[in-house]
């Protein structure tokens, strides 16, 4: 999710260890409280295919709601 609003300039850094800083101090994952800057920066450049679909499902998602409140 965080590579894709960073390539869509939403969330914007100079420098991607400063995002890679921000996820690690601000969020936790299913199976680890600690999420380390190394694992983070190795899965934002090289992300999971489960991780992609999934959040290929969720932006699917986002889009229709947008268009839901885009029509009210």
């Given at each position: 999710?965080?590579?894709?609003?960073?390539?869509?300039?939403?969330?914007?850094?100079?420098?991607?260890?400063?995002?890679f800083k921000f996820i690690a101090e601000n969020f936790?994952?299913?199976?680890?409280?600690?999420?380390?800057?190394?694992?983070?920066?190795?899965?934002?450049?090289?992300?999971?295919?489960?991780?992609?679909?999934?959040?290929?499902?969720?932006?699917?998602?986002?889009?229709?709601?947008?268009?839901?409140?885009?029509?009210?």
């Open positions: 999710m965080f590579k894709a609003l960073h390539t869509e300039g939403i969330f914007d850094s100079k420098h991607k260890t400063d995002i936790s994952s299913k199976q680890q409280d600690d999420i380390s800057v190394n694992s983070i920066k190795n899965h934002f450049d090289n992300p999971e295919f489960n991780a992609v679909e999934s959040w290929h499902e969720k932006f699917i998602h986002l889009v229709q709601q947008a268009k839901k409140d885009k029509e009210k």
